[in-house]
């Protein structure tokens, strides 16, 4: 078992920042913890570029536009989900084949069945985000999303509970964590969405505390080695 818990602190060292960035090498890890580091590399800046383009830095943009420009607000509503939902497209497909390779290096161990409910999710979360481009589809999008999201939720709900890596279980514990953040703020964006302005304000912390927790949430996991028990 892993003994080094994730640490908030270390994660913004010089070399935990630099490694971040990095790809594994082959030759410092066994064959199943390089291939498990790889795919969670690969799902971790898939998750992370969709994310950020079609959540935090979309609501930012548009926010920027009403307080520079007033009715640029009703520009941002005509183009830029286009625009940030295709980019968006392009990370979940990242995530997506980064998921998939996690399921098949899990197979017929113990972590087998969270990462089955992870690749699931990913599978249903894909599809809704290409439906969603159908015009007049969006109610489909939606079903397939909250399904997908809920098989995701599981994931994390299991692999948080996880004994034999450390790094693992506090990862998906920070990704579960900022599940329950994105519901709530759903819940509050329904609640306010009869006011635009205020609206976006609190889409933008919601969304941002969402990021943080997703990215070091991410970032934990790809620091764990392939230990299941």
Same mark, same amino acid.
């Given at each position: 078992?892993?003994?080094?818990?994730?640490?908030?602190?270390?994660?913004?060292?010089?070399?935990?920042?630099?490694?971040?960035?990095?790809?594994?090498?082959?030759?410092?890890?066994?064959?199943?913890?390089?291939?498990?580091?790889?795919?969670?590399?690969?799902?971790?800046?898939?998750?992370?570029?969709?994310?950020?383009?079609?959540?935090?830095?979309?609501?930012?943009?548009?926010?920027?536009?009403?307080?520079?420009?007033?009715?640029?607000?009703?520009?941002?509503?005509?183009?830029?989900?286009?625009?940030?939902?295709?980019?968006?497209?392009?990370?979940?497909?990242?995530?997506?084949?980064?998921?998939?390779?996690?399921?098949?290096?899990?197979?017929?161990? #113990?972590?087998? /069945?969270?990462?089955?409910?992870?690749? %699931?999710?990913? *599978?249903? +979360?894909? !599809?809704?985000? $290409? @439906?969603?481009?159908?015009?007049?589809?969006?109610?489909?999008?939606?079903?397939?999303?909250?399904?997908?999201?809920?098989?995701?939720?599981?994931?994390?709900?299991?692999?948080?509970?996880?004994?034999?890596?450390?790094?693992?279980? #506090?990862?998906? /514990?920070?990704?579960?964590?900022?599940? %329950?953040?994105? *519901?709530? +703020?759903? !819940?509050?964006? $329904? @609640?306010?969405?009869?006011?635009?302005?205020?609206?976006?304000?609190?889409?933008?912390?919601?969304?941002?505390?969402?990021?943080?927790?997703?990215?070091?949430?991410?970032?934990?996991?790809?620091?764990?080695?392939?230990?299941?028990?």
């Amino acid at each position: 078992m892993e003994n080094e818990k994730f640490d908030f602190k270390e994660s913004f060292s010089k070399d935990s920042l630099k490694g971040l960035f990095s790809m594994p090498k082959a030759e410092d890890f066994d064959p199943k913890t390089f291939a498990w580091k790889s795919a969670v590399k690969k799902a971790f800046f898939g998750y992370l570029g969709a994310t950020f383009f079609n959540g935090f830095l979309a609501v930012f943009i548009t926010l920027l536009l009403v307080a520079i420009f007033g009715y640029g607000y009703i520009l941002s509503l005509l183009f830029l989900p286009i625009l940030f939902g295709i980019i968006a497209l392009a990370g979940y497909i990242f995530y997506f084949l980064g998921i998939k390779e996690m399921k098949d290096v899990a197979a017929g161990t #113990s972590w087998e /069945k969270p990462t089955n409910n992870l690749f %699931i999710g990913a *599978i249903l +979360g894909l !599809v809704s985000v $290409i @439906i969603d481009f159908i015009p007049l589809m969006g109610w489909l999008a939606s079903i397939l999303a909250i399904v997908g999201f809920v098989f995701s939720l599981l994931a994390y709900n299991e692999l948080r509970q996880v004994k034999s890596s450390s790094k693992l279980a #506090s990862g998906a /514990k920070l990704l579960f964590i900022a599940s %329950i953040v994105g *519901i709530a +703020g759903a !819940v509050f964006s $329904i @609640i306010i969405g009869w006011v635009p302005v205020v609206n976006v304000v609190f889409e933008l912390l919601f969304g941002l505390a969402t990021l943080v927790l997703t990215f070091f949430g991410w970032k934990a996991i790809s620091e764990s080695e392939f230990n299941p028990a």
